[in-house]
């Protein structure tokens, strides 16, 4: 298939809001479901299925059958983060646009640019002998519930050699990798409720309790100046990578002072100053605060002392730390460290336990030959920071999962102006055409 007819049918399906994480989108995810379901028919699929939601089902098929072939369980996610704050789009995030060699869509990279490439490198090869199998879900960006459930359900559907998630990127231009971490995470409201209605700052300001002052007070004391997470138990399961693991990161080309002027873009780095960037976005959790709710923050200006702040924020997991025992601790240093005369409460919305991958089988050797055919180079082992909640579960049967991308870090995922180089793109359709070329030919591993 030509480029231009591959930009057309990928447009098309960037096009569709799928934003899950917004019930006004529901019917757009379930549109993205069909335009996967679509597709894998047009890869002669059998048994293309809706499974486990209407509005956000997970869209799994099976590629024809080939006896004594290795099986590869394809996952990727067909939903995207809500394209918020529109103004700062260059062009709207549901009109895909090229420039530059680059396509502008919310979703481009993460990941229906990256769904779109391993299916188009399907079809471009002279049916690989490979026996595919699919679970493409619409709520990756919500805590993957329906996946979950589902895999609970059907264990068994998770049954593969291998399982190959493309859903992250390059460590840096040229330089494709596979990932032996995910961190997981946990996503909570914190409450604190000081009164029993608002208050006039005037009539009661001085002597009666502020809810925002209050919340503020206990997010400093969760999380110090110095990036230290004070929560009792916390740090106590993470271990420090191995020596000859920070050695390796060394080698790799990231730059602390290139990563703070053209990634961050701010004045100064944070976070733990004993340990190198790297360990911080890769082997330390985190904690942070994505909003707070509740005041007053409407136009002009309204005297009132608020009796409710929440605060919505997440810990980013890693390796050996358990969501649950996460969830617990939390909910007990918000305990101790609320004073006594506020009523602290805490609402987990969703979470992830962290992944940690062996790359040791040798599908990873394959997939780094490919890309060295492609693109010059092998694969490098790194880390990521992000997290993916289903990991660990499709894991779970006993496949061995590729977690590797065809993203470059500046792809701005979750953000404003989105994209995917299509040079990635076209060498991503050759790279996993090859890998599955090579798959097949080692036979059942
Ligand atoms: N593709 C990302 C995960 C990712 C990003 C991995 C960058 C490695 C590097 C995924 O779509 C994502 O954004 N996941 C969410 C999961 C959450 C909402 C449960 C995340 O990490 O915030
Ligand atoms: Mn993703
Ligand atoms: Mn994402």
Wanted: aromatic share 8%.
């Amino acid at each position: 298939m030509n480029q231009e007819q591959l930009l057309r049918e990928l447009t098309e399906f960037l096009r569709i809001p799928s934003v899950s994480t917004l019930p006004a989108h529901n019917q757009d995810c379930r549109a993205a479901a069909e335009w996967v379901a679509a597709e894998l028919r047009r890869l002669g699929c059998r048994e293309v299925e809706f499974l486990g939601s209407d509005t956000h089902p997970v869209v799994s098929g099976k590629g024809p059958d080939v006896p004594g072939a290795p099986t590869l369980l394809i996952y990727g996610h067909y939903d995207v983060q809500p394209p918020d704050p529109l103004n700062e789009w260059t062009r709207p995030p549901f009109e895909p646009t090229v420039r530059d060699g680059k396509i502008y869509a919310r979703g481009s990279a993460d990941d229906k640019g990256q769904v779109f490439c391993l299916l188009k490198a399907i079809a471009a090869s002279p049916r690989p002998p490979v026996n595919f199998r699919f679970l493409i879900e619409g709520e990756e960006e919500f805590g993957s519930k329906v996946l979950f459930d589902l895999l609970k359900r059907e264990p068994q559907r998770v049954r593969a050699d291998v399982a190959l998630v493309a859903d992250m990127s390059y460590v840096a231009p040229g330089w494709p990798a596979v990932y032996t971490t995910l961190r997981g995470l946990c996503y909570a409201e914190i409450t604190v409720r000081t009164s029993k209605t608002d208050l006039h700052s005037g009539e009661y300001g001085g002597a009666a309790p502020n809810a925002h002052e209050e919340l503020c007070r206990l997010l400093t004391r969760l999380k110090g100046e110095d990036g230290k997470i004070n929560i009792p138990g916390f740090y106590a399961p993470v271990k420090r990578p191995s020596k000859a693991e920070l050695a390796a990161w060394k080698k790799l080309p990231f730059n602390e002072k290139d990563f703070l002027q053209k990634r961050v873009q701010a004045k100064a780095l944070v976070g733990l100053k004993k340990y190198s960037v790297l360990e911080r976005l890769w082997a330390l959790p985190t904690f942070e605060i994505h909003g707070i709710l509740g005041g007053f923050t409407g136009e002009g200006a309204k005297t009132v002392i608020p009796a409710e702040a929440t605060a919505k924020v997440s810990m980013r997991l890693v390796p050996n730390q358990k969501l649950a025992a996460v969830e617990r601790q939390l909910a007990a240093a918000v305990n101790r460290l609320a004073p006594k005369h506020v009523t602290a409460s805490v609402r987990f919305l969703h979470g992830a336990d962290p992944a940690q991958i062996k790359v040791d089988h040798p599908a990873f050797q394959l997939l780094g030959q490919a890309f060295k055919e492609v693109t010059g180079r092998a694969t490098v082992p790194a880390r990521a920071g992000g997290s993916i909640p289903v990991v660990p579960a499709l894991a779970s049967g006993g496949a061995s999962v590729i977690l590797t991308g065809i993203g470059l870090p500046d792809d701005r995922l979750h953000a404003p102006n989105e994209k995917l180089d299509l040079k990635q793109l076209w060498d991503g359709i050759d790279v996993f055409r090859r890998f599955y070329e090579l798959l097949g030919g080692a036979g059942r591993m």
